[in-house]
């Protein structure tokens, strides 16, 4: 079983940067690729990018390419999310998940959550 535990989530204002962490603990290499997905009020969860485990291809989503970098150090089981450029739209519960498959937008293949954490942009 893994765990995951996010967490550097908070209250920003426009334009700032976030670095987002989660900690994998337990069976982390059942893994082959992990991802941050994001949940703003009223709204349906949506992906923002992955990371393959090994190998470290990523993939993004449109809205955030170019502004947010995922990145993994497989020695401490960590996976980032490094956030520039924030905005009001960025602002969302922002969770981290594990997939047994490759890297996907659908989070459907995932099979494992963190809790979640919360990134709000402030205008």
């Known amino acids: 079983q893994v765990q995951l535990v996010e967490s550097g989530g908070g209250l920003v204002q426009v334009g700032a940067s976030l670095r987002l962490a989660c900690a994998a603990s337990?069976?982390?290499?059942?893994?082959?690729?992990m991802g941050w997905f994001r949940q703003a009020p009223g709204k349906e969860r949506e992906f923002v990018a992955t990371?393959?485990?090994?190998?470290?291809?990523?993939y993004y989503a449109d809205s955030v390419k170019g502004r947010f970098t995922i990145s993994r150090d497989n020695a401490k089981n960590m996976l980032y999310l490094r956030m520039n450029s924030l905005k009001p739209e960025d602002t969302a519960v922002y969770y981290c998940a594990g997939t047994p498959y490759s890297g996907s937008p659908r989070a459907d293949l995932y099979d494992t959550w963190g809790q979640g954490t919360q990134v709000t942009v402030s205008s």
């Open positions: 990371i393959a485990w090994n190998g470290g291809s990523t």
């Open positions: 337990g069976r982390t290499f059942s893994f082959n690729a």
